[in-house]
């Protein structure tokens, strides 16, 4: 049975509404495959078998009901479900249970998808680590925040997760643990119910193995089926391609997974060609830390009252810090930077379909004490690009390594279908 | 004692600190003062006064804290409380106590202010009215959402409340009850732990008598205290006015509190010139609504359930619905044309300092079955720029008009210079 925990979201959905496997079956494989393997990999913050496998039943006797009816899904846990504890990764608020589930839980539960239970995500959402390793090798970091969505998704545990991105949360974990990850344009997908961490950046996205089940949470989210309505079909050099080494990070490593995507791109017949981005850019990811801190200070205030505080990793307490250093004054200059920069990537990136940069500083660190670096993911945040990360084969130390690609605002599909692209380039 | 809930409230600030009168007095002449109105004017969702006079004892116990401290606040009932019910103004969250505080409230207990109580919002603050109406006359409309913390402030229940704005929520009550309203630039004061109704136009703001407490609020929320930085001195030819009547709404009587402003502002010395703004700006209501709804559909689905559907008024029903029909495509052309029309009046908002708007369609429309027009509202909204209501006089039928200033995103300080000059002005 353990094909039943490689198939894709979209290959399940298909075959239990054509009764080739009932929900049961594929929920017990699923859950076959979290007992084996969570002791190991601690990707999940809350699961009840029992209760997957009644709902799993009551979904077989029920009428498909939509397009992910019978896919189990995971939800990151700063994630509100009305059913489930939501612990937003900390103990201050243990046991928690939100009274109502958030909007993209009850679109998923709408389009019959199964919430298997949550996953585990770093405290807030930030960059102190919680029990998540990555699957490839324990001794590693499945990077951050939204660890136990890619460490579930990359161990077969669930066929796609959701997670959240406010600084690098989807992009740099998917590309640890080699999965996709797809972080759309800023506002797309509904964060109604999702505990803010810095409300101007918050993002939410998916954690999957196969393109394919993008397009059905698009359907999911947004009531388009993209497969239905696709895009017109283009020769490998109608698609205009570029790559942006940015100007930090440590090129010499980083660069593989860009130059591999590159390499095999042109290898099929694409021109790839470098985009030029203002000097200015280069100062993009201090902007998104001071802005993120500043709005992460305020929002976190009830954790950070004295009587709590303590409950509180040293790397949280530290943005929360961090922010309230910051002034007022800064943060406007912060917003404006932030204009000006998104008016001149808009004009940039109407040259291109996609521009592939690095998704992550090489493979996943050793260690699990620290979540890796979202150098490469900050500015795209704060930009509000959709990006989205691919596993295009594995590092000197036997891990995965990513490529990145991002997009103008609102021109998620047309990425979507570089993706599809740079895929069949990378498979051969 | 009828004083004490005439004072502004940093002016009660100030009293508390310098020990002229104890906060207890001042809660106590409130809440006479809510005993004696409530009956009528029905502007509370959760009141207690036990507790309110409990916290004001431990508040004059205690050494000063902050800005706020001792300065009784009221929270619109869509803005969560650990301590006091939070209903969101509908039936299908009676009873409703979140487990924490909103990133506002925490901010406002921090800097000692004293939560009073829930003021009523609409439902879902949408359209649909509560129990609330106008102080000046029971037969009229408090406008809406924020119905209740307009007329709380108006009929000095309280100094300050809080409110939000996702189309007209704030400017359009505040103008009906004729008090101030606030809506600073979108993302200003953070809206953690707010219901969201539409994400990417839900703004924080407040209401009030007295534009100072606006600048108070700035310290509350931004740490920065205006008045501590003031802008530099101006001669009235030296700031740039201009005034625009929107292509939409009934020109005739809605323009009497703008026409009015404009007078005022001649006849001591300032030069108001016209703002001309694109034709295309005509459709930027309708561009609103659609944006809107579309958000509204997809946040409320928990609520939309079957089961809890027939708890929902016909005019939030008829929101969600409308959001359901709008296709994600004519989705994303509406955030286009937000992006291309913000850039816009970024560029004609240089040329001012302010622009002053209507505030609303004239006086508060008769009835209390409808909340009023947000006609001249809903694109400000869109555009995320600060706009700010003032009181300039009485209309035909002896109830408020106000006149609305707006101005470019984050150049809210130049705006609160305005409207002060502007008071000036009106007041004589």
Redesign the interface.
């Given at each position: 049975m353990e094909y039943l925990t490689l198939m894709s979201a979209r290959e399940a959905a298909a075959a239990i509404r054509a009764k080739e496997i009932t929900l049961l079956e594929l929920v017990d494989a699923c859950l076959r495959r979290i007992d084996e393997r969570e002791p190991t990999v601690n990707a999940w913050a809350f699961i009840d078998p029992e209760r997957a496998r009644a709902a799993a039943r009551a979904c077989d006797a029920a009428e498909p009901s939509g397009p992910l009816h019978g896919v189990p899904v995971g939800i990151k846990d700063v994630i509100d479900t009305?059913d489930m504890p939501t612990e937003y990764g900390s103990t201050i608020?243990r046991g928690?249970r939100?009274?109502?589930?958030a909007?993209c839980v009850?679109?998923i539960r709408?389009a019959g998808g199964i919430v298997l239970g949550k996953t585990v995500s770093t405290e807030f959402a930030m960059y102190q680590p919680s029990k998540t390793v990555n699957p490839h090798n324990p001794g590693h970091t499945p990077g951050g925040s939204s660890s136990g969505s890619a460490a579930a998704v990359a161990d077969r545990h669930v066929p796609l997760a959701l997670g959240t991105q406010t600084s690098g949360s989807i992009i740099r974990p998917a590309a640890y643990c080699g999965v996709i990850g797809y972080k759309p344009t800023v506002?797309t997908f509904?964060?109604?119910?999702i505990?803010?961490l810095a409300?101007?950046l918050d993002t939410l996205g998916v954690l999957s193995r196969s393109l394919d089940d993008l397009s059905l949470m698009?359907n999911v989210?947004?009531?388009?089926d993209l497969a239905a309505d696709p895009l017109p079909a283009r020769e490998p050099r109608q698609v205009r391609l570029g790559f942006w080494q940015p100007p930090f990070g440590e090129p010499s490593r980083d660069a593989d997974g860009l130059r591999l995507a590159i390499t095999r791109l042109r290898a099929v017949g694409y021109e790839v060609a470098p985009a030029v981005m203002p000097d200015s850019f280069a100062s993009l990811n201090d902007v998104h830390a001071a802005l993120m801190a500043y709005?992460v200070a305020?929002?976190?205030?009830?954790?950070y009252?004295p009587a709590r505080r303590a409950q509180m990793g040293d790397s949280t307490t530290a943005v929360i810090e961090q922010g309230?250093n910051i002034?007022?004054?800064a943060?406007?200059r912060c917003?404006?930077q932030t204009?000006q920069a998104q008016?001149a990537f808009?004009q940039i990136a109407q040259s291109f379909d996609a521009i592939l940069v690095p998704s992550a500083t090489g493979e996943a660190p050793a260690g699990t004490s620290w979540t890796g670096d979202p150098v490469f993911n900050r500015m795209w945040s704060l930009l509000g690009t959709p990006a989205l990360t691919l596993p295009v084969g594995n590092g000197p130390n036997g891990l995965p390594i990513g490529v990145q690609l991002v997009g103008r605002?609102?021109s998620d599909r047309v990425l979507l279908d570089v993706a599809r692209r740079l895929e069949r380039a990378v498979s051969g």
């Open positions: 009305c608020h928690h939100p009274s109502r589930d909007a009850s679109l709408r506002g509904a964060i109604e119910g505990k803010a409300s101007s698009y989210f947004c009531g388009v709005e305020r929002n976190h205030l009830y954790e009252e309230w002034s007022f004054e943060y406007l917003r404006e204009r008016i808009d605002r609102d």
